[in-house]
């Protein structure tokens, strides 16, 4: 990316252009993304080890691992990788970016102590992040946001296109990486020998800030502290929790239900039951789990104000390991489009595009989605105010948004908090999910958008 981005901005004379953009970057990746991040970070992680202490990890874990064991067959049932990553993807499939984000680094590092090839990607690893950037997702709110504020008739009507498009490039993502870890050029070793292999990857991890936890916690279904409490006062509060969870739903879904105005209400107002169904259940997931998990883990015995410390101290340490991939990567992204490089394709590409019934207009888009989750913002609010926020284009184009993800920022920020430099077929797995959420997303809306 740097090499083109030089060349390119030599030969059009932007070269005081790429080196503000260079160093633009570069501070950003520091002060506006690893340390704000470090706060998430440290909330999230204080929250995973109480949900592990408590068995709440556990609980969800034993309930998806049948298709668990099949997407990701090197990582043992029991272990804390299976928790961490289906609490990223419930969140992800919520779209609750602020929480999926700081479980997905858990689950990197939990996935780390399974390497026997430290600084190498490993296929689950791969595999998590190829989902991870293809993740169904039920409703777009940045999308729909946009095209509320731009005065839309029906800001929600790409809620359908998204997850159709979304299930698309997840099943496009999970079947090239499966596919490209078999070949010659990114395969590590057998399947038999990758099994033993992660028997004693735990024991031979030499990294201080990656010690594996079944040495000093034992192992992971053993790692809750009862304290003499009788299981009853866990399951009681579960059931307790679990009303209280479901009444706040149906109030912010449907406050008239309760003697509420709902002309107040943001939820209520959106039009169709579905989206505001789901609003409310993005709206409510956050709060009431910050405040169950510490129920459910004082329930088990567990000293909560200790054992949340403990697990946010981790936080810091994987916000500044992240700072040097994150710098890397956003400064080749920051030169490569200051200098004009996506013009540059789109132009190259347009004419070929074109033939095959690709729309020109969302050509840039669709080369700036995997590069820059802000560019590709920019892009769509421009082709709002051109076409209107009606428009088949703006609802391809939102739709787009939903489904596709910012590979090579995802790449740099998980890989980084756990020190990978080679990611074997992770980035092309990412791109062939990012290209079929694409076409997914064109095809879909001309279907439903006539």
């Known amino acids: 990316m740097i090499l083109t981005a030089v060349l390119v901005?030599?030969?059009?004379?932007?070269?005081?252009?790429?080196?503000?953009?260079?160093?633009?970057?570069?501070?950003?990746?520091?002060?506006?993304?690893?340390?704000?991040?470090?706060?998430?970070?440290?909330?999230?992680?204080?929250?995973?080890?109480?949900?592990?202490?408590?068995?709440?990890?556990?609980?969800?874990?034993?309930?998806?691992?049948?298709?668990?064991?099949?997407?990701?067959?090197?990582?043992?049932?029991?272990?804390?990788?299976?928790?961490?990553?289906?609490?990223?993807?419930?969140?992800n499939f919520l779209g609750l970016g602020n929480a999926a984000t700081p479980l997905g680094l858990r689950a990197m590092r939990d996935l780390e102590r399974l390497n026997p090839h430290p600084g190498t990607a490993t296929n689950a690893m791969c595999t998590f992040l190829a989902v991870n950037t293809s993740s169904i997702q039920?409703?777009?709110?940045?999308?729909?946001?946009?095209?509320?504020?731009?005065?839309?008739?029906?800001?929600?009507?790409?809620?359908?296109?998204?997850?159709?498009?979304?299930?698309?490039?997840?099943?496009?993502?999970?079947?090239?990486?499966?596919?490209?870890?078999?070949?010659?050029?990114?395969?590590?070793?057998?399947?038999?020998?990758?099994?033993?292999?992660?028997?004693?990857?735990?024991?031979?991890?030499?990294?201080?800030?990656?010690?594996?936890?079944?040495?000093?916690?034992?192992?992971?279904?053993?790692?809750?502290?009862?304290?003499?409490?009788?299981?009853?006062?866990?399951?009681?509060?579960?059931?307790a929790l679990a009303i209280a969870a479901l009444i706040l739903?149906?109030?912010?879904?449907?406050?008239?239900?309760?003697?509420?105005?709902?002309?107040?209400?943001?939820?209520?107002?959106?039009?169709?039951?579905?989206?505001?169904?789901?609003?409310?259940l993005s709206l409510t997931t956050v709060p009431i789990i910050l405040a169950a998990i510490p129920l459910l883990a004082a329930a088990r015995g567990v000293p909560v104000y200790e054992e949340f410390v403990e697990g946010a101290k981790e936080g810091i340490q994987v916000a500044l390991r992240i700072i040097p991939y994150l710098v890397a990567?956003?400064?080749?992204?920051?030169?490569?489009?200051g200098a004009g490089c996506i013009d540059w394709l789109t132009g190259t590409l347009t004419g070929p595009l074109t033939v095959i019934g690709f729309p020109p207009e969302l050509l840039p888009m669709a080369l700036m989605r995997p590069l820059s989750g802000s560019g590709t913002m920019s892009i769509f609010q421009d082709l709002v105010k051109v076409y209107g926020a009606d428009s088949l284009i703006v609802r391809t184009a939102g739709t787009v948004f939903g489904?596709?993800?910012?590979?090579?920022?995802?790449?740099?920020?998980?890989?980084?908090?756990?020190?990978?430099?080679?990611?074997?077929?992770?980035?092309?797995?990412?791109?062939?999910?990012?290209?079929?959420?694409?076409v997914a997303s064109i095809a879909i809306c001309r279907m439903l958008f006539p």
């Open 403 to 438: 489904s596709t993800e910012t590979t090579f920022y995802v790449v740099a920020l998980y890989f980084g908090s756990v020190g990978i430099r080679r990611t074997r077929h992770a980035i092309p797995a990412g791109l062939i999910a990012d290209a079929t959420g694409v």
């Open 9 to 91: 901005a030599g030969w059009q004379g932007r070269f005081e252009e790429i080196t503000k953009l260079a160093l633009d970057a570069a501070e950003g990746a520091v002060m506006k993304l690893a340390l704000p991040l470090s706060g998430a970070m440290s909330i999230w992680l204080g929250m995973m080890r109480l949900a592990e202490k408590g068995g709440f990890v556990q609980a969800v874990a034993k309930l998806l691992r049948p298709a668990l064991a099949r997407l990701f067959p090197d990582v043992p049932p029991n272990h804390p990788a299976m928790g961490a990553m289906v609490m990223n993807m419930a969140a």
């Open 138 to 239: 039920l409703v777009p709110f940045t999308a729909i946001s946009v095209l509320a504020v731009n005065g839309s008739i029906a800001p929600t009507a790409i809620v359908g296109s998204s997850i159709l498009a979304t299930t698309c490039s997840t099943i496009a993502g999970i079947v090239a990486v499966k596919l490209l870890e078999r070949m010659p050029i990114f395969r590590l070793c057998s399947r038999a020998e990758s099994k033993k292999s992660v028997v004693v990857a735990e024991s031979m991890n030499t990294d201080p800030d990656i010690a594996p936890r079944e040495a000093q916690e034992g192992p992971l279904q053993e790692r809750t502290h009862s304290q003499g409490l009788p299981e009853w006062i866990w399951k009681a509060t579960a059931v």
């Open 249 to 280: 739903i149906c109030r912010t879904a449907e406050p008239a239900w309760f003697g509420f105005s709902s002309a107040t209400e943001g939820v209520a107002a959106e039009k169709g039951p579905f989206v505001r169904w789901i609003g409310a």
């Open 329 to 337: 990567m956003l400064v080749a992204i920051a030169m490569f489009r």
